[in-house]
């Protein structure tokens, strides 16, 4: 059996709380106390810049630092640490995918699918890269039930489309995509794939190399980790051929006013001074999943949806939004008779922590005919005591508000 309760007791915020119920994980996890100490260390014992000094602690910052490039590379089963950059997060890694790759290789006339699942993060960037090089979007339709419609991708696809985003996980109402179906369909007319993990590297062991896409993103703070910092893989043939980005310190090899060189990869997407603490606390974190039982806690996380979506389904007033098949561990919902917001503040006055609105998903949800949800999204400190509160609590604030 998963002992959910003992998981919880490894973190602060949560062991201080007893009677707070955190559902709001898709958003950002909690942080084990195995994060907090990593961060705490590094400034109590190796603070100091990376890659620009011989001294001792400048050393040990640096050998912290690659050596959280190590940890996130083998966490990926990436093939080389090479492949990984540090970025804040999966949204500025796909900005800059879309800045350096997509301003290289894309034209007027080229054409990007992306998921009517996306997250925000995975439409802006690209509708900013196709005003400026001339590249036209097409949106990938779903099924009524919230998975995407495979029969529509097919028929999008062609010799003109170049790149294609998809999300890994749903983060508004779950949907998780057969990724690497999709990957092949779109690597048999030579598109680029690249992926949003941002809602399932906490929940899915990830193999980029199985996978085989050709870019890969995610956030720390949806793993357990620090907020500010993130991770762009790349296959290595790729990230060598992408131009920078951003210009400073760390990613050139010669500076003069006459001529610039840049640095490899992954140096070559890192100017400035890093998230240091953050990137080592990130690292802590990937490490603190690694050595829990995982097929245990997505087992877990697989049965709180389940027991909530039951239980929603007794509870008269309440529609379940995202039917798919295959589900991460997010739950939307809709009410006949109240607005999401009124409930969540109602919730919040019980110490229940949801999700109330769009979800940074706008075309999804407008492609539902719904301006927002109430979202509950599960953690491996969730328990079964937790689903039954909230289970509890809807059904007292709908009659409240009825």
Wanted: net charge negative.
């Amino acid at each position: 059996m998963f002992d959910a309760y003992a998981l919880r007791a490894q973190f602060p915020l949560l062991a201080r709380t007893p009677a707070l119920i955190y559902l709001d994980n898709a958003a950002t996890t909690q942080k084990p106390l195995q994060v907090l100490d990593a961060e705490r260390h590094f400034y109590e014992t190796a603070n100091a810049n990376v890659h620009r000094g011989s001294h001792r602690l400048a050393v040990a910052a640096t050998d912290a630092f690659e050596n959280a490039r190590s940890s996130v590379a083998h966490f990926l089963n990436a093939r080389s640490s090479n492949e990984i950059v540090f970025t804040r997060g999966a949204t500025e890694a796909i900005n800059l995918v879309a800045h350096s790759w997509g301003a290289a290789n894309l034209q007027a006339g080229d054409e990007i699918l992306l998921s009517t699942l996306e997250h925000h993060a995975n439409i802006v960037p690209w509708q900013m890269l196709a005003t400026r090089c001339g590249a036209v979007i097409k949106p990938i339709q779903l099924l009524r039930d919230g998975s995407l419609d495979l029969e529509h991708f097919h028929s999008l696809l062609s010799n003109k489309t170049k790149l294609v985003g998809l999300t890994h996980i749903s983060n508004a109402i779950g949907s998780e995509l057969p990724i690497a179906e999709l990957i092949n369909s779109a690597h048999h007319y030579g598109a680029k794939v690249l992926v949003d993990g941002a809602q399932a590297v906490a929940h899915k062991i990830i193999d980029v190399q199985a996978l085989n896409a050709d870019f890969y993103v995610f956030s720390s703070h949806k793993a357990y980790g620090p907020t500010g910092i993130g991770a762009l893989w790349a296959r290595s043939e790729i990230l060598s051929s992408m131009p920078p980005w951003q210009g400073g310190g760390e990613m050139i090899e010669r500076v003069s006013f006459s001529q610039t060189s840049y640095a490899e990869a992954p140096a070559r997407f890192e100017a400035g001074t890093p998230a240091i603490a953050q990137t080592i606390g990130f690292a802590a974190a990937l490490d603190w999943l690694q050595a829990q039982d995982r097929v245990a806690i997505a087992q877990h996380e697989h049965l709180l949806r389940l027991q909530l979506e039951l239980g929603l389904s007794q509870i008269e007033g309440i529609r379940l939004i995202g039917n798919a098949l295959q589900k991460g561990p997010v739950v939307s919902m809709a009410f006949t008779h109240a607005h999401p917001y009124d409930v969540a503040q109602f919730l919040d006055a019980r110490e229940i922590a949801v999700r109330v609105g769009n979800h940074c998903a706008q075309p999804l949800l407008a492609s539902l005919g719904l301006s927002g949800t109430l979202r509950a999204s599960f953690a491996a400190y969730n328990t079964h005591n937790d689903i039954d509160t909230l289970l509890a609590a809807l059904s007292e604030t709908l009659e409240l508000l009825a």
